[in-house]
């Protein structure tokens, strides 16, 4: 693959990550609702603007582009000065309660243990995963590890760790992938269910290809889930991907229409779909106006800098 689509993958997955959460945030637990309509919505607003999902993310990559790698301390500290500095960004009750408690100095790998016995399950981790899975593309074993670790931050869950390892490798396959080649949906989904260790993960992925060709929402919202938990979200992502492979804006107008947690399903859709379509495919008319975009793109840029 040359320079170029690579750059451009890694700017796609980030911003695609922008542009399917803020598109999202304004149905986020609606019932459901017509592509037509959510994208009417988007082109009237001025400003695209992202929640908590794109801010935890900006977080992953400013801490990965400041290390040039993982480091669980200093990412820790970076969600944390980040929400300080903006808590209006939609956060559920869990990242407070863990940012306090570190102020007050408890350890980044222990403080989730405290607020959840067995730690949380939900799809945070998963969903502000785009860094880790475009600069860990070429490196599996390093991805899972990252992911993992990424998440103890604050969902130490096995189903939760393994949520955002299967979301990032979502992301690295389709960075993987030449985007002028026959795209696989099958070969695709095989890799993704070789790759999960957990049972429900690999069922949910078997009902993401008993699915392939359904067009009854209410039918892949029941087999998917379009909620706050990572198993009921990272899979309906990737169906919503692999059901519109070739269209950055089906695929995340089609997520958003499920309905549930629309910012978050429809930030790791875009982030899936911009990994393998690149910057390219997002749609001019809503990159331009998604908030601080010129950091996110340059912070893809060092990303890249930093794999290269
Ligand atoms: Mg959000």
Do not use: C
């Not at 607003?45 to 992953?60: A, E, P, S």
């Not at 790791?268 to 911009?274: L, R």
Request: net charge negative; glycine share 10%; no cysteine.
């Amino acid at each position: 693959m040359d320079e170029g689509t690579l750059k451009s993958k890694f700017l796609g997955s980030l911003i695609g990550t922008g542009v399917g959460d803020a598109v999202g945030a304004a149905f986020e637990g609606s019932f459901r609702a017509e592509p037509e309509e959510i994208e009417a919505v988007a082109d009237r607003r001025q400003v695209l603007t992202y929640t908590d999902d794109t801010h935890m993310m900006i977080g992953i990559a400013e801490s990965l582009v400041e290390n040039e790698g993982f480091d669980g301390e200093r990412m820790a500290h970076t969600f944390m000065k980040n929400y300080e500095r903006e808590p209006w960004r939609g956060y559920g009750p869990g990242p407070p309660r863990i940012f306090r408690l570190m102020r007050a100095g408890e350890a980044w790998d222990k403080v989730t243990e405290r607020l959840y016995r067995g730690g949380s399950y939900g799809n945070g981790s998963a969903m502000r995963i785009a860094p880790v899975g475009v600069l860990y593309h070429d490196d599996l074993a390093k991805l899972r590890e990252v992911a993992h670790k990424s998440s103890q931050i604050t969902h130490s869950h096995e189903l939760g760790k393994e949520g955002a390892a299967l979301q990032a490798y979502a992301i690295a396959l389709a960075v993987n992938l030449e985007p002028s080649e026959v795209f696989e949906p099958k070969e695709f989904l095989a890799k993704l269910s070789e790759f999960v260790h957990h049972e429900v993960y690999k069922q949910k992925l078997a009902n993401v290809g008993i699915l392939s060709t359904e067009i009854d929402r209410a039918k892949v919202v029941a087999e998917l889930g379009n909620g706050i938990e990572a198993f009921n979200s990272v899979p309906t992502a990737i169906y919503s991907f692999l059901s519109h492979p070739r269209s950055f804006s089906e695929a995340v107008l089609y997520a958003i229409s499920l309905g549930g947690d629309t910012d978050t399903i429809g930030a790791m859709t875009g982030a899936i779909s911009g990994a393998y379509l690149g910057i390219g495919s997002v749609s001019d008319k809503w990159r331009v106006k998604l908030e601080n975009r010129l950091y996110i793109e340059e912070l893809a840029e060092k990303l890249y800098e930093v794999w290269g």
